[in-house]
């Protein structure tokens, strides 16, 4: 079975502050895919990144960027200098391969609050 | 607009009766997912279809269930003798093959059954 745990349920930061959302997860999967989705007020789940499990490379995307470690079964997200439309609840999710349907498997959520 | 649409947007109903989503996927896209998500959780999954094939369902998609996906456009999830319990956004999501993951989401169906 799989399983994300996303242990922060709220933070709450000033703009132009950091943050780093944890997500740690479990699956018997030798080939999977990790996400990073994110959820504004509107309700409407925007995807923000996928990785694959043999891709350990780290990103940065502008203001975002993602730290997988596979040893450590964790995928986290950082925000630089954030921004008040920043704030949203963010879901990491973990999915098996095309062949198995894909389905994601989401943690409880992180919700960001970004005040000005 | 193009996206994942979702009708109602909201529906309130009174406990026992039946009620109906519809969901119309990005139109290329030949796999639909149903997702619920109750306040302050993550989406569950609930099934899916590839083309108007229903490969899975959760165990959360009791008898009281069933989603359809005729000739694999629209899809629809009804829910019979509504429960309290029901209660909870319903969530649509599309994606293309070979993509792995990568759902294009509507902006859902809020239930309430009173």
Redesign the interface.
Known sequence: AQK?TQAQTEISVVEKEDVTLDCVYETRDTTY?L?WYKQPP??????LI?R?SFDEQNEISGRYSWNFQKSTSSFNFTITASQVVDSAVY?C?L?G??AA?????????TRVLVKP | DTGVSQDPRHKITKRGQNVTFRCDPISEHNRLYWYRQTLGQGPEFLTYFQNEAQLEKSRLLSDRFSAERPKGSFSTLEIQRTEQGDSAMYLCASSLTGEPGELFFGEGSRLTVL
Request: proline share 0%.
């Open positions: 994300v895919y996400f509107s309700g409407e789940l925007v995807f996928r694959n879901f999710a999915s391969s095309w349907g894909n389905k994601l498997t989401f943690g409880g959520g």
